[in-house]
């Protein structure tokens, strides 16, 4: 079956220093690997997305991940955070093997940066 | 930048009644998407729509659901015979088409069965 886990409820990064948050997927096929990013009472807004091609991949807001498929991750990573960052991101993936759309979503992970 | 728009924000609705539940695509998206997060749960697919027609859908879709794009902007989301357990938040998201991979999602609508 395919799962998506973030095996981090939290994470606490101080301003200035690398972030990561971590993803990783089970799925048949080759996956479709998203990030999205949650602000409070705002919708999921995309921020990056892996489809084929270069295992690093470059989004929004300074926002990189990288594929690994031998681990199976594709951790979000962001060389240097802001305060405004701080928001609820969620990892998904679609299995094209079994779907055309659907997306299967991690628990998503609570990034704090303080200041 | 355009939106994807969801009304209402929030809806409150006793047990057995109907709800609907509009959003407005991005004007040149082709495929619509409902999902739901149940409050502490991951997000969970319903249904894909195409062409005027649902082109998946999940088990959690059953016979209470139905979606319809009932003119050239709007898709909606009906359940029939709300239950205590349908309290969620229910997102609505587009894409444009083919070779697009990323969903663009709306605010969502927090609907409460009392």
């Known amino acids: 079956a395919q799962s998506v886990a973030q095996p981090e409820d939290q994470v606490n990064v101080a301003e200035g220093n690398p972030l990561t948050v971590k993803c990783t997927y089970s799925?048949?096929?080759?996956?479709?690997l998203f990030w999205y990013v949650q602000y409070p009472n705002r919708g999921l807004q995309f921020l990056l997305k892996?489809?084929?091609?270069d295992n690093l991949v470059k989004g929004s807001y300074g926002f990189e991940a990288e594929f690994n498929k031998s681990q199976t991750s594709f951790h979000l990573k962001k060389p240097s955070a802001l305060v405004s960052d701080s928001a609820l991101y969620f990892c998904?993936?679609?299995?094209?093997?079994?779907?055309?759309?659907?997306?299967?979503w991690g628990a998503g992970t609570k990034l704090i940066i303080k200041p | 930048e355009p939106e994807v728009t969801q009304t209402p924000s929030h809806q409150v609705t006793q047990m057995g009644q109907e709800v609907i539940l509009r959003c407005v695509p991005i004007?040149?998206?082709?495929?619509f998407y409902w999902y739901r997060q149940i409050l502490g749960q991951k997000v969970e697919f319903l249904v894909s729509f195409y062409n005027n027609e649902i082109s998946e859908k999940s088990e959690i879709f059953d016979d209470q659901f139905s979606v319809e794009r009932p003119d050239g902007s709007n898709f909606t989301l009906k359940i029939r015979s709300t239950k205590l357990e349908d309290s969620a938040m229910y997102f609505c998201?587009?894409?444009?088409?083919?070779?697009?991979?990323?969903?663009?999602f709306g605010p969502g609508t927090r609907l409460t069965v009392t």
């Open positions: 998201a587009s894409t444009p088409g083919r070779g697009s991979y990323e969903q663009y």
């Open positions: 004007s040149n998206h082709l495929y």
């Open positions: 799925v048949s096929g080759n996956p479709y």
């Open positions: 892996y489809i084929t091609g």
């Open positions: 998904a993936v679609r299995d094209p093997f079994y779907s055309n759309y659907q997306l299967i």
